[in-house]
């Protein structure tokens, strides 16, 4: 389990939580995503743990199955959790349409949980990313922007998600490279001045940013889209998705290996 961006209570809640869902369906992957998986973590931050199961194989030919995508919130011992799971299949699909949510939780470095079929997955997923994932990261970081502008352009935390959002995505764009790390990014794409905004983020969910440095980032955050826009001008992934086959030929064994 790589945990090393939680305390120790955090562990332990984490791992009770994937050993009591694991027990209701077999995770191929949780991943944790949210603000400790990017960079900016605050005391009060839940843990965003984002997950892919198997379905059994027999549940999908009989007539009941088990719920797409099970969804679990609530606080343990003053820990909030957030968790979500889906189906190996339609995770699948979204990688190819490039679905940058499902391939951070393959991709992605902070795993909790790893089923041993996680490692012959990986790579065929690596080879999957194209340009489409362009148009997940540049769509999400609009609504972000919309929803710090709407919000009064105060909130740290919806402005670093906008940055970390866009500069993921042309990461990913220039150099085929998934890092959802924000701080790893910032002085590669001459942001270094964003990190008076992890500075204010860490001290809290909802710390606020002065009149002055709003208007700055007001003026400044477009810059960020324009990163991405020219990131996927000269992407180094091709404009589709060249192994499908090789990702249905790895489900289909999958499915047979657990009939």
Same mark, same amino acid.
Request: cysteine-free; overall charge negative; glycine content about 6%.
């Given at each position: 389990?790589?945990?090393?961006?939680?305390?120790?209570?955090?562990?332990?809640?984490?791992?009770?939580?994937?050993?009591?869902?694991?027990?209701?369906?077999?995770?191929?992957?949780?991943?944790?995503?949210?603000?400790?998986?990017?960079?900016?973590?605050?005391?009060?931050?839940?843990?965003?743990?984002?997950?892919?199961?198997?379905?059994?194989?027999?549940?999908?030919?009989?007539?009941?199955?088990?719920?797409?995508?099970?969804? &679990?919130?609530?606080?343990?011992?003053?820990?909030?959790?957030?968790?979500?799971?889906?189906?190996?299949?339609?995770?699948?699909?979204?990688?190819?349409?490039?679905?940058?949510?499902?391939?951070?939780?393959?991709?992605?470095?902070?795993?909790?949980?790893?089923?041993?079929?996680?490692? =012959?997955?990986?790579?065929?997923?690596?080879?999957?990313?194209?340009?489409?994932?362009?148009?997940?990261?540049?769509?999400?970081?609009? =609504?972000?922007? %919309?929803?710090?502008?709407?919000?009064? &352009?105060?909130?740290?935390?919806?402005?670093?998600?906008?940055? &970390?959002?866009?500069?993921?995505?042309?990461?990913?764009? &220039?150099?085929?490279?998934?890092?959802?790390?924000?701080?790893?990014?910032?002085?590669?794409?001459?942001?270094?001045?964003?990190?008076?905004?992890?500075?204010?983020?860490?001290?809290?969910?909802?710390?606020?940013?002065?009149?002055?440095? =709003?208007?700055?980032?007001?003026?400044?955050?477009? %810059?960020?889209?324009?990163?991405?826009?020219?990131?996927?001008?000269?992407?180094?992934?091709?404009?589709?998705?060249?192994?499908?086959?090789?990702?249905?030929?790895?489900?289909?064994?999958?499915?047979?290996? %657990?009939?």
């Amino acid at each position: 389990m790589n945990t090393q961006v939680l305390e120790a209570h955090q562990q332990e809640v984490a791992a009770r939580v994937i050993a009591e869902e694991e027990a209701n369906r077999p995770h191929l992957v949780v991943a944790l995503s949210g603000a400790h998986a990017y960079g900016f973590p605050s005391p009060d931050s839940d843990l965003d743990l984002k997950a892919v199961h198997v379905e059994p194989t027999d549940k999908l030919l009989g007539l009941l199955r088990s719920s797409a995508s099970p969804t &679990r919130m609530e606080v343990i011992d003053g820990v909030e959790i957030d968790y979500t799971s889906n189906e190996i299949h339609p995770v699948l699909l979204g990688v190819l349409q490039g679905n940058g949510n499902y391939i951070e939780r393959i991709l992605g470095p902070l795993q909790l949980h790893i089923d041993p079929d996680l490692a =012959s997955l990986r790579p065929l997923v690596a080879e999957a990313l194209s340009r489409r994932i362009f148009r997940h990261y540049v769509g999400f970081a609009t =609504s972000q922007l %919309r929803a710090w502008e709407t919000g009064g &352009r105060t909130s740290a935390k919806k402005l670093l998600y906008v940055l &970390r959002t866009a500069l993921t995505g042309a990461h990913a764009l &220039r150099t085929g490279e998934i890092v959802t790390d924000v701080t790893a990014l910032l002085d590669l794409y001459g942001f270094s001045a964003a990190r008076e905004l992890i500075e204010a983020k860490r001290a809290g969910e909802k710390s606020a940013l002065s009149p002055e440095a =709003s208007a700055r980032w007001a003026e400044q955050i477009s %810059r960020a889209f324009t990163t991405l826009e020219a990131a996927h001008d000269r992407a180094v992934l091709p404009e589709e998705p060249r192994n499908q086959d090789d990702l249905n030929a790895w489900l289909l064994a999958l499915r047979k290996a %657990r009939l």
